[in-house]
């Protein structure tokens, strides 16, 4: 039996045998939950020469929870998840224009996952539309909460769109269209300036040295205007002693950019940004965007922090037209992995996984996503895997 990682005043404590909770989730993701934990349990196994153990516990979201429990959210899984801190997930379907809402921002919701993180890396020997994808090395903190993804919204032709309609007429002479769906975008102060403290953070643990702040304020002025006000607060009244918008200072450098300009941004000049903090939707298709100037969402890791529950994910979809067929990549799970070992302090094995990734891709052993841009032959999922651990087991 495993023992359950806990926050004791406020600091993370990982016992070295921790029980942690994993999800299958759906379509391709019982194959690469798979292929990703013989990459972590022969890493850690290698490193810690059996002093330390993984401990697995699964549950269960998605298609297969309502199965089990007739629902697709049951409340055994929010409780294990709850009590265990640290959860590392596949991807779970969502569905597109109805049904049920999307279960990964449930929960964000439940567990209050107020910051997603999304670090953007090129690995050597994937194919990349950049010229030198060499350059891009930054972190994405896209606030979670907030902002039109938080689920307030009406169809069209519903009894409260009728309502919120006749209610914007009637106090603010603001007339819309009977046929109009209805959706709130909301940003506050309290949710702003939490991101933006967890991305100082991160800069001072990892030694980054610019923050980017991203949004749409000369458009939305009163929400994403106010989230670049509010962020800049931060910046300069409660960190001015670290931070400056002056590159001249020696401190952390602080900026913003448009969220249009930023897609280019991007593509035009990568070597400028470090960490880019931004709203919901911006940092939603911001994220994806630059995952694919570095190889595409199959190697983009993800992790949802909360000030306590973290859940660790592949960004990527469930890919059902692929599942079954052994030809999934993992890659993007195994990283996400590193994430969660660098957040338990395991930077031993997160650093090896991490070389070995680099080395098996750079051997051009590689999932059919990337091999037939290669040009090479491509591995199914569980030989990416084992060539991953076969490095592995050079580098210790």
């Known amino acids: 039996m495993g023992e359950k990682i806990k926050f004791i005043d406020g600091k993370l404590f990982v016992p070295v045998n921790p029980e942690i909770v994993y999800i299958k989730g759906d379509g391709i993701g019982p194959e690469i939950m798979e ?45 294990e998840i ?58 994405i903190f896209r606030e ?82 106010a989230f670049l006000n509010w962020a800049f607060e931060v910046l300069e009244k409660e960190f001015g002693n670290i931070t400056s918008s002056n590159e001249k200072d020696g401190k952390i450098i602080f900026n913003s950019k448009i969220a249009d300009d930023m897609f280019q941004q991007l593509i035009l000049y990568p070597q400028e940004y470090d960490i880019i903090v931004t709203p919901n939707l911006n940092g939603d298709y911001l994220s994806d965007a630059a995952a694919a100037l570095v190889g595409g969402l199959g190697i983009a890791p993800g992790m949802n922090i909360g000030d306590e529950v973290a859940i660790f994910e592949a960004v990527h979809g469930t890919a059902p037209d692929i599942a079954g067929k052994n030809i999934a990549n993992p890659m ?24 070995a990734v680099n080395e098996t891709v750079k051997s051009k052993k590689v999932t059919s996503d990337l091999a037939t841009r290669l040009n090479v032959e491509p591995l199914g999922t569980m030989e990416f895997a084992r060539e991953i651990v076969k490095n592995i087991d050079q580098l210790v």
């Open 35 to 79: 292929a990703s934990m013989f990459v972590w349990n022969k890493a850690v196994e290698k490193v810690y020469s059996g002093k330390r153990k993984i401990h697995w516990k699964e549950v269960l979201i998605g298609e297969s929870a309502l199965k089990e429990y007739g629902t697709l959210l049951p409340e055994d899984t929010i409780k």
């Open 82 to 139: 709850e009590e265990h801190v640290i959860a590392i997930k596949s991807p779970v379907k969502t569905p597109v224009g109805g049904g049920y809402r999307s279960l990964n921002v449930e929960l964000r919701k439940i567990f209050d996952l107020y910051a997603n993180i999304r670090p953007v890396r090129w690995i050597e020997g994937i194919p990349s539309p950049l010229k030198n994808p060499e350059n891009i090395d930054l972190v």
């Open 144 to 225: 979670n909460t907030e902002d039109v993804y938080a689920g307030l919204e009406w169809p069209a032709k519903s009894s409260q769109a009728a309502s919120v309609r006749k209610f914007l007429e009637e106090e603010f002479n603001v007339k819309l269209r009977n046929d109009t769906g209805i959706g709130l975008k909301i940003i506050s102060e309290f949710a702003t300036k939490r991101i933006v403290r967890k991305a100082i953070e991160y800069a001072i643990e990892n030694n980054r040295k610019k923050i980017t702040i991203v949004h749409k304020g000369n458009i939305m002025k009163y929400t994403e205007g």
């Open 332 to 355: 993007s799970l195994i990283l996400s992995g590193v994430l969660m070992f660098r957040y338990m302090g395991w930077l031993e094995v997160a650093n090896v996984i991490d070389t």
